[in-house]
């Protein structure tokens, strides 16, 4: 399993999942949310913000034992990403409860998790899965503890997010019945970027997988926009874990269902959603600037991001910088507008 940190990767560290032509592959949505709980985790206890919000970080800190949250230190080490399969949610598919997971994270032996650290990395573990081979059963249990922990503060926050993440499977349906999931999966992750049949993610441990015949199972998360969790080579199934758009708007209080929080705004976020929509024809920095009533220095950074993700192209000519919508986003806005 891959817990994405993106930001120890360099611009051409990809890991690749070759999918090919989407009209053959079996897509699925799913609601599992012992994902979200590992993206909060790792997220409030590792270190390494992944977009949550301080307050929600704030709280699931309080509510784990500090013996408990050093269990999460060997997931968020910079520079790696891959952990052992313990750690993935038993079965995405099926939508096994939180609680069922936590009991099988404590009925795990020690040389289960042993086999299963061997099985990853080989016979000697990265430095920072030493220590766990070293004292097997108390990393169980206090890992198991700290999810269990972190489960019970964010409950209630998940029962919120609900109607946000129904919202989710509608669009991906919505999506595949429109022949538009290419525009799905190229907006599934900022550091993510779909083309040619393939999904590429940055990754400071890249590595290459092919779809093949298993079902790609696409696993909405209550979680910070930067936070990214999949696996790709289970034989069964390939899952992704995403952060389901509009969870900053449920974070700070807004309605998930409320006159705000629809279309590209819940995707994109509102600025980038009303730089889209300005973008009717292609117009220069400074007509973008004008029509959207933005700096100069925020129509430039959050086009940036946008031409990342794909979205837009920049053209120079001369002195002025045009900026056009790329094929994808024409896409992407057809999906949304209702």
Same mark, same amino acid.
Not at 55 to 68: D, G, N, Q, T, Y
Not at 254 to 268: K, Q, Y
Not at 273 to 298: C, F, V
């Given at each position: 399993?891959?817990?994405?940190?993106?930001?120890?990767?360099?611009?051409?560290?990809?890991?690749?999942?070759?999918?090919?032509?989407?009209?053959?592959?079996?897509?699925?949505?799913?609601?599992?949310?012992?994902?979200?709980?590992?993206?909060?985790?790792?997220?409030?206890?590792?270190? %390494?913000? %992944?977009?949550?919000?301080?307050?929600? $970080?704030?709280?699931?800190?309080?509510?784990?034992?500090?013996?408990?949250?050093?269990?999460?230190?060997?997931?968020?080490?910079?520079?790696?990403?891959?952990?052992?399969?313990?750690?993935?949610?038993?079965?995405?598919?099926?939508?096994?409860?939180?609680?069922?997971?936590?009991?099988?994270?404590?009925?795990l032996s020690p040389d289960d998790l042993l086999a299963d650290l061997e099985r990853v990395?080989?016979?000697?573990?990265?430095?920072?899965?030493?220590?766990?081979?070293?004292?097997?059963?108390?990393?169980?249990?206090?890992?198991?503890?700290?999810?269990?922990?972190?489960?019970?503060?964010?409950?209630?926050?998940?029962?919120?997010? $609900?109607?946000?993440?129904?919202?989710?499977?509608?669009?991906?349906?919505?999506?595949?019945?429109?022949?538009?999931?290419?525009?799905?999966?190229?907006?599934?992750?900022?550091?993510?970027?779909?083309?040619?049949?393939?999904?590429?993610?940055?990754?400071?441990?890249?590595?290459?997988?092919?779809?093949?015949?298993?079902?790609?199972?696409?696993?909405?998360?209550?979680?910070?926009?930067?936070?990214?969790?999949?696996?790709?080579?289970?034989?069964?199934?390939?899952?992704?874990?995403?952060?389901?758009?509009?969870?900053?708007?449920?974070?700070?209080?807004?309605?998930?269902?409320?006159?705000?929080?629809?279309?590209?705004?819940?995707?994109?976020?509102?600025?980038?959603?009303?730089?889209?929509?300005?973008?009717?024809?292609?117009?220069?920095?400074?007509?973008?600037?004008?029509?959207?009533?933005?700096?100069?220095?925020?129509?430039?950074?959050?086009?940036?991001?946008?031409?990342?993700?794909?979205?837009?192209? $920049?053209? $120079?000519?001369g002195r002025e910088v045009r900026v056009t919508l790329t094929p994808r986003a024409e896409?992407?806005?057809?999906?949304?507008?209702?």
């Amino acid at each position: 399993m891959t817990l994405s940190k993106d930001r120890a990767a360099g611009p051409q560290d990809a890991t690749e999942l070759h999918i090919g032509r989407l009209e053959d592959a079996t897509i699925r949505v799913s609601l599992d949310p012992y994902l979200s709980v590992l993206a909060l985790t790792t997220d409030a206890l590792g270190g %390494r913000r %992944r977009g949550a919000p301080e307050w929600l $970080r704030r709280h699931i800190r309080s509510a784990v034992s500090p013996a408990f949250a050093q269990a999460v230190w060997p997931l968020v080490a910079p520079g790696h990403s891959v952990t052992p399969d313990c750690v993935s949610p038993l079965n995405p598919v099926l939508e096994t409860s939180v609680d069922e997971q936590i009991e099988r994270l404590r009925d795990l032996s020690p040389d289960d998790l042993l086999a299963d650290l061997e099985r990853v990395f080989g016979s000697a573990p990265p430095p920072h899965w030493r220590a766990v081979a070293r004292q097997p059963r108390q990393w169980l249990r206090a890992y198991a503890g700290a999810t269990s922990q972190v489960w019970t503060a964010m409950r209630p926050a998940w029962r919120d997010a $609900r109607p946000l993440l129904d919202r989710e499977v509608a669009r991906v349906g919505a999506a595949a019945v429109r022949g538009r999931l290419d525009a799905v999966l190229g907006g599934i992750h900022p550091n993510g970027r779909f083309e040619d049949g393939i999904l590429k993610i940055r990754d400071p441990e890249p590595a290459r997988f092919e779809l093949g015949d298993r079902p790609l199972v696409l696993v909405p998360m209550m979680s910070g926009g930067d936070a990214l969790i999949c696996c790709l080579d289970r034989p069964d199934a390939v899952w992704l874990g995403y952060p389901v758009p509009g969870a900053g708007r449920l974070f700070d209080g807004v309605p998930s269902g409320g006159e705000r929080a629809n279309g590209l705004d819940l995707l994109l976020g509102p600025v980038r959603a009303q730089l889209l929509g300005a973008l009717t024809r292609p117009i220069t920095m400074g007509e973008l600037a004008a029509l959207t009533r933005l700096t100069p220095s925020a129509i430039t950074y959050h086009c940036e991001r946008l031409a990342a993700a794909g979205l837009v192209r $920049r053209e $120079r000519n001369g002195r002025e910088v045009r900026v056009t919508l790329t094929p994808r986003a024409e896409q992407l806005t057809e999906l949304f507008d209702e």
